[in-house]
């Protein structure tokens, strides 16, 4: 496993808007905070700043960055790692931020950095596939990890992407991504110290993190320490609930302890049969405080 005492420096790029560039660099950012070491983002998105909208301790790099600039953006960040979230489409422009990518990178790797592109594909998105895959040509300087998000829970990828170095990011429930935004303050934060009411809420994070850092790919990138602290804080994984978590009000403990319950009560009825008689034995269940 590599050792984190090499630092890492990683560019987050699609072709596409809404691939979960700005998720990933969140979720990295905080595996990092949650393992104990020192990590900054860089927001290259100047059309949306997703990232800075999400974290106001990250940084902006602004369109019309020239190249010469690299030294002192490594030497701003020297000693922690670093991520770029590079917005879609960025590297349409040789003039503009794509002409800093790779003075970047020549710039971390001087300094000992190991340089990553992290390519996100999301579900259902039409001919992303090929489209990803040549953009990947582009970074060819950078290790490449092509990430599958689960944007929409359906699997459904684009059939021509099948590279090899490749991880899954699962899919997170829009009411858990809102507590993390609205109420859990960093994604770190909102797994590492919940308010009171979203303990639940804080486990169902902690695990879809722990989910994606302990795939080889990533555990070789990020090491070991984060998902230790997290299954230490959370050991059991949390029951799969048949119901949507849409918005905040339904990742309260309250909401998601009666999810559990009415889930629990359609697994009954899948069990016994979906007929009269396996309605009555479920309702005898239910009766019985069996469920």
């Known amino acids: 496993m590599t050792s984190l005492l090499q630092l890492i420096f990683v560019v987050i790029a699609t072709n596409a808007g809404g691939e979960g560039k700005t998720m990933l660099a969140q979720l990295l950012k905080a595996l990092w905070t949650i393992a104990g070491h020192p990590a900054e983002t860089l ?25 010469e600039i690299a030294p002192k953006i490594v030497e701003a960040l020297q000693g922690n790692h670093s991520i770029l979230d590079l917005g879609a489409n960025a590297l349409a422009s040789k003039r503009e931020i794509s002409d800093l990518v790779p003075a970047l990178r ?67 429930q829009p009411g858990f991504q809102q507590y993390i935004r609205d109420v859990g303050g960093s994604m770190a934060q909102a797994v590492l110290d919940p308010p009171p009411g979203y303990r639940i809420a804080a486990s169902h994070v902690a695990h879809w993190m722990l ?34 978590v849409r918005r905040l009000s339904d990742a309260t403990d309250d909401a998601l302890v009666e999810n559990a319950r009415k889930t629990a009560i359609v697994h009954a009825i899948q069990r016994e049969g979906w007929t009269a008689d396996g309605l009555r034995e479920v309702a005898a269940m239910l009766d019985a405080g069996a469920i």
């Open 106 to 172: 020549d710039q971390f790797a001087a300094a000992g950095y190991r340089c990553i592109a992290l390519m996100p594909i999301s579900t259902n998105k039409l001919a992303a596939g090929g489209s990803v895959l040549d953009l990947a040509k582009a970074l060819d300087d950078f290790e490449t990890i092509h990430v599958r998000v689960n944007r929409d829970s359906s699997g459904n990828y684009d059939p021509a992407f099948n590279p090899p170095e490749c991880v899954d990011l699962g899919h997170l």
């Open 211 to 244: 989910a994606f850092v302990q795939q080889p790919m990533i555990a070789d990138l990020l090491g070991p320490r984060a998902a230790q602290v997290i299954l230490q804080a959370y050991p059991d994984t949390p029951q799969g609930l048949s119901f949507a």
């Open 43 to 67: 927001d290259a998105d100047a059309g949306n700043r997703a990232a800075t909208s999400a974290d106001k301790t990250v940084r902006q790099v602004g369109w019309g960055v020239q190249p």
